[in-house]
């Protein structure tokens, strides 16, 4: 299995800053890498598709970057509705999630 | 708009059996990929099936394996997770899910609470 390796765990964070959250793969998964957002008590969204891909409806300020091994998913200028739990996807082989990151206000 | 709703969660015995529905709606169903995903309590998602557009196909990771059948209704519109010999650590959130050309999962369902408790 694809083990996915979230970075940080828990991100505080600032309203207006640009973060960036990692997600790395134990093997190349090529682009199929896919980025969802969970708040309390919600199902999870999906948030970016096939590394970079944007979803309508989601806010311009999500982006992401990345292919093999290696990928990013950013924030450009945090607002307090973001702050959730983001996890990363694989569908490269049978599908696979990274643990999470939290996102929580400094 | 794309709607998925799940039913049939609830508290069960270890080893026995519960059967999960989703009904979907606002797309044609023959033409997805489905899946099943779970959360339990204060965790991480974990994939737990899928099956083609077709039915033709499914796959399971090895937690459940032997254990669940995913199958569908495509006159119905209807997900299926058939769920035998639970166990307490297949406690958790139970999410259908629409599969994405790309291996994404771009719409998720409300969820259904799924117990297993003496």
């Known amino acids: 299995d694809v083990v996915l390796t979230q970075s940080p765990a828990t991100l505080s964070v600032t309203p207006g800053e640009r973060i960036s959250l990692s997600c790395r793969a134990s093997e190349s998964v090529d682009t199929y890498l896919h980025w969802y957002q969970q708040k309390p008590n919600e199902s999870p969204r999906l948030l970016i598709k096939y590394a970079s891909q944007s979803i309508s409806g989601i806010p311009s300020r999500f982006s992401g970057s990345g292919s093999g091994t290696d990928f990013t998913l950013s924030i450009n200028g945090v607002e307090l509705e973001d702050l959730s739990i983001y996890y990363c996807?694989?569908?490269?082989?049978?599908?696979?999630f990274g643990a999470g990151t939290k996102l929580e206000l400094k | 708009e794309v709607q998925l709703v799940e039913t049939g969660g609830g508290l069960v015995q270890p080893g026995r059996s519960l059967k999960l529905s989703c009904v979907a709606s606002?797309?044609?169903?023959?033409?997805?990929?489905m899946s099943w995903t779970r959360q339990a309590p204060g965790k991480g998602l974990e994939w737990v099936a899928s099956i083609t557009n077709s039915g033709g196909s499914t796959y399971y990771p090895d937690s459940v394996k032997g254990r669940f059948t995913i199958s569908r209704d495509n006159a119905q519109n209807t997900l299926y997770l058939q769920m035998n010999s639970l166990r307490s650590e297949d406690t958790a959130t139970y999410y259908c899910t629409r599969e994405g050309y790309t291996t994404d999962y771009d719409y998720w369902g409300q969820g259904v609470m799924v117990t297993v408790s003496s």
């Open positions: 606002g797309f044609t169903f023959n033409n997805y990929w």
């Open positions: 996807q694989q569908g490269n082989s049978l599908p696979t």
